[in-house]
């Protein structure tokens, strides 16, 4: 079964400040890998997905950004925060055979003060 | 694209029924999905529909209508512990990652 390692759980940083949030994932390979954003109260904002190492596609232009240096790790990057990108920052991981189950991590609370 | 609609609440008792609809729209398609997520936790994956039909996984059943792009979620003897929001999901055939509706959130009472 999969794992999937996100941190840090909370996190808060001043505007302007930069972002590098790591996801892990153990027991798969060649997984399709996802960054969500979450607001207070409403749906997944599907951020980045990136279906094999360096490919990354992105949905929603902003202040962030993604990279996949090895097969099994996403990472989420900012170079300067903004009040904005507050929210509640998800990775998630599916298989490649485009069944509609992701797995999540267990998130990281992004408050930007 | 793709969109999703569902309701933004619902309210039910314990140990009743409870419908939660689903209506989207994709360019291609290959399922509809159900998420549910507690407060502060991370979306866990409740059930599938690729083909019309009724799934039934213990309490909660899915439903999907491909010819009227709707689906639901049925809960049924409902329990305090369901109260959570639960979100539908679609994954088309030409993108390769889940689009979500913006979650319904579901208050059982006693």
């Known amino acids: 079964s999969q794992t999937i390692h996100q941190w840090p759980a909370t996190l808060v940083q001043p505007v302007g400040s930069p972002l590098s949030l790591e996801c892990t994932v153990e027991?798969?390979?060649?997984?399709?890998l996802y960054w969500y954003r979450q607001a207070a109260g409403r749906g997944l904002q599907l951020l980045f997905y990136s279906v094999g190492i360096g490919q990354i596609s992105s949905e929603v232009p902003q202040n962030l950004s993604a990279s996949r240096p090895q097969d099994r790790q996403f990472i989420l990057s900012s170079k300067k925060l903004l009040l904005s990108d507050s929210g509640f920052y998800l990775c998630?991981?599916?298989?490649?055979?485009?069944?509609?189950?992701?797995?999540f991590g267990q998130g990281t609370r992004l408050t930007v003060v | 694209g793709q969109s999703l609609e569902q309701p933004s609440e619902v309210t039910a008792v314990e140990g009743a029924i409870v419908q939660i609809n689903c209506t989207y729209q994709t360019s291609g398609f290959y399922g509809l999905s159900w998420y549910q997520q507690h407060d502060g936790g991370a979306p866990t994956f409740l059930s599938y529909n690729a083909l019309d039909g009724l799934e039934e996984t213990g309490r909660f059943s899915s439903f999907l209508s491909r010819s009227d792009s709707y689906g639901y979620l049925l809960l049924q003897e409902l329990q305090m512990k369901d109260s959570a929001s639960y979100f539908c999901a679609v994954r088309d055939t030409g993108r390769r990652a889940l689009t979500f509706g913006s979650g319904t959130r579901l208050q059982v009472q006693p």
């Open positions: 998630a991981v599916s298989s490649r055979d485009l069944l509609p189950e992701a797995f």
């Open positions: 027991g798969t390979s060649n997984p399709n």
